[in-house]
DNA sequence: CGTCGTGTTGATGGCGTTCAAATTCAGTGG
DNA sequence: CCACTGAATTTGAACGCCATCAACACGACG
């Protein structure tokens, strides 16, 4: 019945966002309690899920929010024309589950091997209403995202699809700083086409725009999930050139 | 104390969001208490200022949090090569002044009179803090904003001029629609290139796309600040199809 | 009546999409 | 270890749409 103490950092559910008040230099991350981390684990669950495994599907009832402790995931949905549109990449740290009025709006899947957090809504509900501290990591969270999804928008309305790619590989440049791993080489979990449509961009001008950034002498796609970053200076210079 | 007395619903502080909890068809937007209301009427200060006003400056110093009670907001940021992108168009009991590390990440100017509630950040917080009820509405707020993010994202995914314009009306007619005013009206208190800057167009693309849905009979644009909406379901078939 | 900001129309070129075909890659089983 | 196989990736060619540049109209305001 009892949990053990002090689950590991990595497994136990975290969250990771900038505040939107001025911290100190080193607080450029949320951190939460031991107690707060124990409360969460205490009324979720731990999932181990292979990749490609649909997590949960766009429309159905929304029970849970998800909180990714290691691994890659993606949310995307399912337009009319057929179409998928990637809506995020999940890492260590982040929250998924979007809903509106008790349905999600997107679908999730793995990319890779990954361990989740899986936190019944009502309790979580519950939770923060009685935890305001709590809930307060919570909103700065969501806030957090709100900031990724607006720089997305951004993103998405540049025209050139260089510029786009780079901008791509910067993201997940700067998400695989905070996990370690050998500086100026992103991994890039997500296929092709999954980062076409994230971009939204076609996937023959996604692996042009690699083309392009190869012959530009600042990438270096060493095979289909990895990438060098040759010249990092010239590389945010063409990301900063909105 | 008793509910009579309330402050007008268009003057105090109040929220506009769908919930992400499965909620009662009447409770499809969140209500914050006449308690609630006053202590953030306490807090806060109200505003009135006139069109074209700059109300606060992208990487300025944080301090407040700004809500709509009457009047329309641009937020848009400038992007190094010049170019103004609008994020947000904001309304009657919208948020905004979204800051990271105390900074503001957009500009914030009135495109008509507006009336305010400006709300010190700090004051704020800690008043979340206190009350986890009062916390949790703007809990759901802002995932309401990430969630009208996100849908804009996908929006501006559209490569066709005409399909973005016209969800665009099909955006500020659901924005109407909760204000009054007769149906099929549309006001538009920006200018096209505000709406160019939002959609990811030129102003020149705006212009056409709106020729091009007249020819089509699906609007009629009676001035630079109105659409009449002449055929809904077509134009919501337009809008869906993605 | 002039002037400036806003809105509109026309012509041209570039870039991304689309369709089509070739090629590589990661498994799988022999 | 190697051949096989389907999926993922890559390359090529033509077309269409939007950005851009340029000229012009309109309207509010002095």
Chains 1, 2 share one sequence.
């Not at 607080?27 to 981390?37: E, G, H, K, P």
């Not at 793995?110 to 909103?139: C, I, M, N, W």
């Amino acid at each position: 019945m009892k949990q053990r103490h002090a689950p590991s950092p990595q497994l136990a559910p975290s969250l990771k966002a900038i505040p939107f008040l001025k911290a100190a230099a080193e607080t450029r991350t949320i951190v939460l309690t031991n107690r707060q981390r124990e409360q969460l684990a205490r009324i979720g669950m731990r999932l181990r899920l292979p990749p490609r495994m649909v997590i949960y599907r766009e429309d159905s009832a929304a029970n849970w929010i998800f909180a990714v402790a290691e691994g890659a995931v993606k949310t995307y949905r399912e337009l009319p024309s057929g179409k998928r549109v990637v809506s995020a990449f999940l890492f260590t740290q982040d929250l998924f589950g979007l809903a509106e009025n008790g349905r999600y709006l997107n679908s999730a899947q793995s990319l890779t091997r990954v361990t989740l957090y899986r936190l019944p809504l009502g309790e979580l509900t519950v939770l923060l209403k009685h935890d305001a501290d709590l809930q307060f990591q919570f909103l700065a969270k969501v806030t957090h995202e709100l900031r990724e999804s607006q720089r997305k928008t951004i993103l998405i309305n540049r025209r050139d699809a260089a510029g786009r790619l780079a901008m791509f590989v910067a993201l997940m440049s700067a998400e695989a700083d905070l996990t370690a791993g050998s500086p100026g080489v992103v991994q890039l979990p997500m296929s092709r086409s999954d980062i076409a449509a994230f971009l939204g961009l076609s996937l023959e001008s996604v692996i042009r725009a690699a083309a392009e950034l190869e012959r530009q002498r600042l990438l270096k796609f060493e095979n289909r999930r990895l990438v060098r970053i040759l010249d990092a200076p010239r590389l945010a210079k063409l990301v900063a050139a909105v």
